[in-house]
C-alpha cells in the first residue's frame, strides 16, 4: 500500500502569490496515477489534476500539476480568492491512498 | 449529466451495520470503464478511501476496512450500496459516492451523507 504525505500542513499566502504544493509517495507511482483535489468548506471534492499533470474539465489553467516516481508537486501560480482551500493528493490504481491534505489560507 | 445522490440512516448503533445507497442519474452504472466508489471523511479531519465498484462487478477495498465492507450494484435502479459492519464511533463521518470514467480519479462526487454512530 503507497502512503502518501504531503507538505506543506498549512501554506498561508496572499492573493497574488504563487503556491507550491508537495506530494511524497512511500514508493514510485507507476503510471503516474496521481491526482489532485480542492475541498472547500461544506462541499465535497473536486478533481483538478490527474495524471499527475492533465487538468480535469474546468480547471483554470492556473493550477499545474508535475513530477513523477514518488514526487509531485500542485501548483497554483497566481492565488485567486476562491482557491484559498484544502488541498488532497491521491494515487489511484487497483488500490486508493489519499494524502492528509495540505490547507492553503489567507496570510 | 450525470450525478451522485447519497441515501441512508444517518444515525447507526455501535456494532450494527452501517448501509448507504447511492443513485446514478444521467448514465448507466453498467457503463463500460467505469468506477463507482465511497470515499469518507471523519468530521474536521481528512479523506478515506472505503472501496469501489467498477462497472464489471469486481470490487475492491480498503484493506483497513476489507473485513467489515460490502460494496455491491443494482443495475435495476442503477445504484451502487455500501455496507459497513460492526461499527463503531470512529466510524461516524461523512459519506460520499464518487464516480470516474477510466481510471480511479474521481471527477463526480456526490454531496455527502453524514452517518453518527451512537446508541
Known amino acids: 500500500e503507497i502512503v502518501l504525505t504531503q507538505s506543506p500542513g498549512t501554506l498561508s499566502l496572499s492573493p497574488g502569490e504563487r503556491a507550491t504544493l508537495s506530494c511524497r509517495a512511500s514508493?514510485?507511482?507507476?503510471?503516474?496515477?496521481l491526482a489532485w483535489y480542492q475541498q472547500k468548506p461544506g462541499q465535497a471534492p473536486r478533481l483538478l489534476i490527474h495524471?499527475?499533470?492533465s487538468r480535469a474539465t474546468g480547471t483554470p489553467d492556473r493550477f499545474s500539476g508535475s513530477g513523477s516516481g514518488a514526487d509531485f508537486t500542485l501548483t497554483i501560480s497566481r492565488l485567486e480568492p476562491e482557491d484559498f482551500a484544502v488541498y488532497y493528493c491521491q494515487h489511484y490504481g487497483s488500490l486508493i491512498t489519499f494524502g492528509p491534505g495540505t490547507k492553503v489560507d489567507i496570510k | 449529466q450525470l450525478q451522485l445522490q447519497e441515501s441512508g440512516p444517518g444515525l447507526v448503533k455501535p456494532s450494527e451495520t452501517l448501509s448507504l445507497s447511492c443513485t446514478v442519474s444521467?448514465?448507466?452504472?453498467?457503463?463500460?470503464?467505469?468506477?463507482w466508489g465511497w470515499i469518507r471523511q471523519p468530521p474536521g479531519k481528512g479523506l478515506d478511501w472505503i472501496g469501489y465498484?467498477?462497472?464489471?462487478?469486481?470490487?475492491y477495498y480498503n484493506p483497513s476496512l476489507k473485513s467489515r465492507v460490502t460494496i455491491s450494484a443494482d443495475t435495476s435502479k442503477n445504484q451502487f450500496s455500501l455496507k459497513l459492519a460492526s461499527v463503531t464511533a470512529a466510524d461516524t463521518a461523512l459519506y460520499y459516492c464518487?464516480?470516474?470514467w477510466g481510471d480511479g480519479a474521481f471527477d463526480i462526487w456526490g454531496r455527502g451523507a453524514l452517518v453518527t454512530v451512537s446508541s
Open positions: 444521467g448514465d448507466s452504472i453498467s457503463t463500460s470503464n467505469y468506477y
Open positions: 464518487a464516480g470516474s
Open positions: 514508493q514510485s507511482i507507476t503510471n503516474r496515477y
Open positions: 495524471g499527475a499533470s
Open positions: 465498484i467498477f462497472y464489471s462487478g469486481s470490487t
